[in-house]
């Protein structure tokens, strides 16, 4: 398949497309003998060119009320943080209205950013029972970027950017992208081998790391 | 990836491992995900240890989540459409034209990455079933 990783069937809301790619699926499996090794014959960049075209135009849709982006104090850090996750709020509600769902599974976004700050600040986070802290940051960190990507599509007259478009916004120019990378560098210095191990693979994407 | 799928190793069986089966019209389809989907409530995943959800054919797109461990593996489109990793709407569309038999009651999701070996433990060691809706 010439799609990027995390979407095996092409394009979100092209129902077309992707019954041509589940059609093209399920004929392997008739066939007579395998293992079988078929490429769909689109080109790669026949869909990916249409995702950079939209790319090259995308803004966030909402404004800060103050950027986090050169901020290397960790109090204002915080304070950009929280701010950041309140404004963002109402579009994420606005966004579970009107999908009626949404992927953020066991942290919204006021638990998982006071999950980051207790642990940023060096406090013991309150977890439930049976949830490690290490997985507890994972999975945080992951519903976290979840809820601002739901947030920033649901302003009205806005678009969805790409995932390349949306990752350089969310670590590059957000007090979240900011404050995971100093939750990484937490992780990293602990004497916890599963938060070392957060911290070196589970936390942030390779193309955001300096190491 | 093209390269390096074909450059894995293929396993040997010491049984046939390739079935001719009916045509589609005639079978029942079920998923097999390795986008680290399961119910939402269920058990996160938390390893490449090839254990398994079980999630029902009658699952809501809003009790679908995601909790697959790799940084670098996109959610967005997920979050958009849950068709591009769990084509469900397409499989029943194409059920009910009769391009497929049925579609299965059940569908199972593992994490991506895992060792083929570690999938193949069987039940209970490694499967999950929650708290399937009766």
């Known amino acids: 398949m010439?799609?990027?990783?995390?979407?095996?069937?092409?394009?979100?809301?092209?129902?077309v497309l992707q019954r041509r790619i589940l059609l093209a699926?399920?004929?392997?499996?008739?066939a007579a003998e395998g293992p079988v090794l078929v490429d769909f014959p689109d080109e790669a960049t026949q869909h990916a060119g249409e995702a950079r075209r939209e790319a090259v135009v995308w803004a966030c849709p909402v404004n800060f009320a103050s950027s986090a982006a050169d901020e290397t104090d960790l109090d204002k850090l915080v304070s950009a943080f929280k701010r950041e996750v309140a404004e963002l709020r109402p579009w994420y509600d606005r966004g579970f209205q009107q999908r009626g769902r949404t992927a953020v599974g066991d942290f919204d976004p006021r638990s998982a950013s006071e999950l980051f700050i207790d642990f940023a600040r060096g406090h013991t986070p309150k977890l439930v029972e049976n949830q490690s802290l290490s997985v507890a940051l994972r999975l945080a960190a992951h519903d976290l970027k979840c809820s601002y990507f739901e947030a920033v599509i649901a302003k009205p007259g806005s678009?969805?950017?790409?995932?390349?478009?949306?990752?350089?916004?969310?670590w590059q120019e957000t007090a979240a992208g900011k404050i995971l990378k100093v939750i990484r560098e937490k992780c990293l210095a602990e004497t916890d081998k599963s938060l070392r191990m957060i911290g070196t693979l589970l936390l942030i994407p390779m193309s955001e790391k300096n190491d | 990836m093209r390269s390096h799928i074909a450059n894995l190793?293929?396993?040997?069986?010491?049984?046939?491992?390739?079935?001719?089966?009916?045509?589609?019209?005639a079978r029942r389809v079920a998923i097999i995900s390795t986008a680290g989907l399961h119910r939402r409530g269920d058990r996160p995943f938390d390893g490449m240890t090839g254990d398994y959800r079980i999630?029902?054919?009658?699952?809501?797109?809003?009790?679908?989540?995601?909790?697959?461990?790799?940084?670098?593996?996109?959610?967005?489109?997920?979050?958009q459409d849950w068709n591009l990793v769990f084509p469900l709407?397409?499989?029943?569309?194409?059920?009910?034209?009769g391009i497929i038999g049925s579609v299965a009651e059940f569908h199972y999701s593992f994490m991506g990455a895992t060792d083929p070996g570690e999938m193949a433990s069987p039940p209970p060691k490694s499967v999950s079933?929650?708290?399937i809706p009766k």
């Open chain 2, 9 to 25: 190793s293929c396993p040997t069986f010491s049984t046939q491992p390739w079935t001719v089966g009916s045509d589609l019209q």
């Open chain 2, 129 to 131: 079933f929650g708290n």
């Open chain 2, 55 to 79: 999630i029902p054919g009658n699952i809501a797109a809003g009790d679908l989540v995601m909790t697959h461990l790799s940084t670098n593996f996109d959610r967005t489109g997920f979050q």
């Open chain 2, 89 to 97: 709407d397409r499989l029943k569309e194409l059920a009910a034209e």
């Open chain 1, 25 to 30: 699926a399920l004929d392997l499996l008739v």
């Open chain 1, 159 to 170: 678009s969805a950017p790409d995932s390349i478009t949306f990752n350089r916004w969310f």
């Open chain 1, 2 to 15: 010439p799609f990027e990783l995390g979407r095996p069937l092409g394009i979100p809301n092209d129902p």
